[in-house]
């Protein structure tokens, strides 16, 4: 679950905004988790590999406090949860029942999570906020989650946002939201998605510059030749 610091590096500064182009360009379109909102501001943009977890519509025999020392819980994945992974939460967009309350978001603080996103909500907001633990959801409900959710269980294909997220994806998540890289794509985007930041910065400074749009963003093959002349020289 541990990412490469110089694949860390590779991402730092990188927003999510360029990760879905990058994508975008590599046909990949479903890649932005919907739903997932930053539940302070500011909140520091968080990468990590992920670590899922799955719920179901409740059903009454088995969403019960009781539960809740089961086995198979929310408490068990949480102890399974590696330092500096996002836990990534399938609550199939469910609002009206919080996943998580500010112990459970303890706890995940102390192993050293880097974040929980889900396309559910949270409760105990003023306790979660406490805790210090990043977290991008939907809001915020009083409702413990078994009273509209059954978790089923952990590290295993989810979907969150509408969005395929496997085990040890790469999860990348800023004020835009959540974004998912696939495990196989990861050095790729990195390098493609550095260049691209590259590019855009040189853009904004020919914009600030007084220069137009058209043939510039994006660049043709005048354009492409001058910004190559100026990276060459950083």
Known sequence: MTIDPHLAKAFDGVSTATITTVLLKKSLRNVWMRGTKPIRSPQARQIGRAFTLRFVPAREDLATPA????PISTRAAIEAMPEGCIAVVDAMGCTDAGIFGDILCARMAKRGVSALITDGVVRDVAGVLGTG????????AAPASVAGLTFVGWNEPIGCGGVAVFPDDLVVVDDDGAVVVPAALIDTVAAEAAEQERQEAWIMSEVNKGHSLPG????NAENKARYEAWAKGQ
Do not use: H
């Not at 539960?67 to 089961?70: A, G, L, R």
């Open 67 to 70: 539960s809740w020392s089961n």
């Open 133 to 140: 633990l990043p977290v991008w959801c939907q809001g915020v």
């Open 216 to 219: 510039l963003y994006p660049p």
